[in-house]
């Protein structure tokens, strides 16, 4: 049995990680997925060349492409475009100057094929039948090795379940009639145990997906997501040295500044509300545990229109200032709620005591009370911190049209604009791996606490 | 200057900052979306803006489509989330808190990048944006958010209940269904809530999921609230989102646990 579990981890380890690459390449996909090529001209006339593969000989296709230039969109369609019979591809290209590029093709008048938008790169290849000729013989280079590894791990698994299948044969051969039905229902319950780990490891595969997507592809250099261009680690020079897009950079000092304002403000405002709400009259008490509770209910669209609203009504200006108490207004609930535990274990009378014996309430707070509360303030300013990190929906209604992006507000308008900044893929790698680390940190002490 | 010190020496006084705060950023904008909606440009009492909401075809139909595609979130994402929970819940599984950990992961990544990610996935296999990737990634936004409050009260649950549903004669599917079911419903209202509160409020990512072909009720919130002169409209339908809001939250308050293990 063991062998065979073996045999099964590896099979889903290597889908993990096999599964971005290989999609590209296939000849999966390449059965199914029609594949295209679109030229737009470079010269004054600006003409738009489809090829298509050989089956679509004879049918009659639209295609249409806009460029983005200048935020103004030029679109222009090939409504007779002539079938071209050519080498299919096992990609969609869009070869151009320009920097960003919305292509549709329509394989018949209704049925829409491709859509999509990217941020092309810079025109590596001469002419267009270089461009093609390079990423075909790339395409054929690539899918060798992976569909040799899959290959390799089927036989591997064939073999093991067929030898393993022998073993067990032999050793019950000799076994009596209860002995092999107490076995078989061993049996059935393991295959019940093992097809219930197998569907929480498909949802974790596809959950996972995008997000292993993006980790292997930081690895490589390529400005469109998707597109492998063999390993490197400039990504995550660029991103260390500065070298990334200027906007991305300020982009990552304000969700720091911002975090962390947002963060002490609504720890310190936290714990005092905490202390304050623990030793009120049980009335009291509800009605503003109520009221901490209406923004975490809240969800983030309302939140951040009714702060906009406020903030035109007072005619604030919206641009730091603002995104920081807005920040503090959905974080401090949460630091309330992490420190309030912490008091009920607390012996009440330790604060009246140092009072007692001569302390300010401002020293009883920072003698007494604060040493004892330290965890809970740790964990809610961490809390607030990822909250305010993660944050996009406030902010995007808060910022004002100053100019002020965070890294979420960056990555909707990067994606609107039609691509992602490839030093996005090196640092959501980074932050994914630390929040591992974290998270693991955390459920191990927690275990040794058990313990 | 000893009577300051007398009153701050009362703890019960530490929270009036906290309290003012909240009064000022948290219930004072909430009432003034109240307000604007009730308001005209230059400040006046009027019901035009509902008027035109009633009226306003594309609004409605936006709105009843977000509900819908909210129900259908829901209910894909508790069909998925419920054997997963139940399966990590099972006592001879042996690595529940790994595995609670792995499905709340992504949950810590931006879930715009996510998005952004399944929108290149979705280029990638060749699949159309639409809809269908629209649910997807939806479903794939909050997913762990049913997953984890059922898993919570299905852990909690006394399992002598399940031993003695068994003893008395229950074959799996019925104390599966008499037994295990009725008492995680807690955790599944408080999961339904969670997941449909943010699903039909969502903004943003539909427009990436679905190359701005398909708009979701917050999207339109978005463009109106935006919009200096029509402000006020925009109002009006934050306030209906506000309703809807306040009405699921009380359908979530049969539960009073299950929230907070999320945190």
């Known amino acids: ?451 | 200057m000893t009577k300051l010190v007398q009153i701050f020496s009362s703890r019960r006084t530490w929270a009036w900052p906290y309290v003012a705060f909240m009064a000022m950023f948290v219930v004072l904008p909430l009432i003034l979306v109240g307000v604007y909606a009730f308001t005209d440009i230059d400040g006046h009492f009027t019901l035009h803006n509902f008027a035109k909401f009633f009226t306003h075809n594309e609004a409605i139909q936006t709105f009843l489509y977000s509900l819908m595609i909210a129900v259908f979130n829901t209910a894909i994402c508790l069909l998925i989330g419920y054997p997963a929970a139940y399966i990590m819940a099972q006592e001879d599984f042996k690595t529940p808190k790994v595995m609670a950990m792995l499905f709340i992961l992504p949950m810590w990544i931006n879930f715009l990048l996510r998005t952004v990610a399944t929108v290149e996935l979705f280029n990638m296999c060749g699949l159309p944006l639409g809809e269908g990737a629209l649910l997807f990634g939806l479903c794939y936004d909050y997913l762990p958010f049913m997953i984890y409050p059922i898993y919570n009260t299905l852990q909690k649950m006394d399992n002598s209940l399940v031993e003695a549903a068994q003893d008395l004669g229950a074959n799996r599917w019925t104390c599966f269904w008499k037994v295990i079911v009725p008492l995680s419903m807690p955790g599944v209202y408080s999961g339904i809530v969670m997941v449909f509160m943010p699903t039909v409020s969502t903004f943003a990512i539909a427009e990436l999921l679905t190359h701005n072909n398909i708009k979701l009720f917050g999207s339109l919130i978005q463009d109106y609230i935006t919009t200096t002169d029509l402000l006020n409209y925009g109002a009006v339908l934050s306030l209906v989102l506000l309703i809807i809001i306040g009405l699921t939250s009380f359908f979530g308050d049969h539960d009073d646990k299950g929230e907070g293990g999320l945190v």
């Open chain 1, 1 to 451: 049995m063991k062998i065979k579990v073996i045999g099964y981890r590896l099979w889903v380890i290597g889908l993990i990680f096999l599964s971005p690459l290989t999609a590209n390449h296939s000849p999966l996909f390449a059965q199914s997925n029609v594949t295209y090529a679109l030229r737009v001209g470079t010269t004054g006339e600006n003409t738009l060349l489809a090829d298509f593969p050989d089956s679509y000989a004879g049918e009659k296709v639209n295609v249409s492409v806009s460029i983005e230039k200048d935020n103004l969109d030029f679109i222009f369609t090939n409504h007779q475009s002539p079938i071209i019979n050519h080498q299919s591809f096992d990609s969609i290209y869009v070869y151009t100057d320009e920097s960003a590029v919305t292509w549709t093709v329509w394989r018949s008048k209704k049925e829409v094929k491709n859509r999509g938008q990217r941020v092309m790169t810079q025109n590596a290849y001469k002419t267009f039948e270089e461009y093609v000729r390079a990423h075909t013989t790339a395409a054929k280079r690539s899918t060798g090795w992976i569909w040799f590894v899959f290959a390799g791990m089927l036989l591997v698994a064939g073999i093991v379940s067929v030898i393993s299948y022998v073993a067990k044969r032999r050793r019950e051969k000799n076994l009596s009639a209860v002995e092999q039905e107490t076995l078989r229902r061993k049996r059935m319950g393991l295959r019940r145990h093992y097809g219930s780990q197998l569907y929480l490891w498909l949802l974790l595969i596809v959950l996972y997906a995008p997000i292993a997507l993006i980790a292997v592809f930081s690895f490589t250099k390529s400005k469109i997501l998707g597109n492998w261009t063999g390993f490197s680690m400039d990504l995550y020079v660029n991103l260390f040295t500065g070298k990334a897009d200027a906007g991305l950079n300020s982009a990552i000092w304000y969700t720091v500044v911002i975090a962390l304002i947002a963060a002490v403000c609504s720890t310190i405002l936290g714990t005092l509300a905490a202390i304050g709400i623990y030793n009120m009259r049980a009335k009291a008490r509800k009605a503003v545990s109520l009221l901490n509770s209406v923004p975490m209910i809240n969800p983030d669209i309302i939140t951040g229109i009714s702060l906009f609203l406020l903030f035109v009504a007072l005619g604030m200006s919206q641009g730091l200032a603002t995104v920081c108490i807005a920040h503090v207004v959905f974080c401090t609930p949460y630091v309330v709620l992490s420190v309030l535990p912490r008091l009920s274990r607390m012996n009440p009378n330790t604060y009246e005591a140092a009072l007692d014996l001569g302390a300010t309430p401002a020293q009883a707070l920072r003698m007494v009370m604060i040493p004892e509360l330290w965890p809970g303030m740790l964990s809610g300013f961490i809390l607030a911190l990822t909250l305010s990190v993660d944050d996009f929906g406030v902010t995007f209604f808060t910022k004002g049209s100053g100019g002020l992006e965070t890294l979420s507000t960056f990555i909707y308008s990067d994606a609107r604009k039609g691509g992602l900044t490839p030093e996005l893929r090196p640092l959501f790698t980074i932050i994914l791996l630390v929040m591992l680390a974290v998270l693991i940190y955390i459920n191990f002490r927690k275990d040794k606490k058990d313990n």
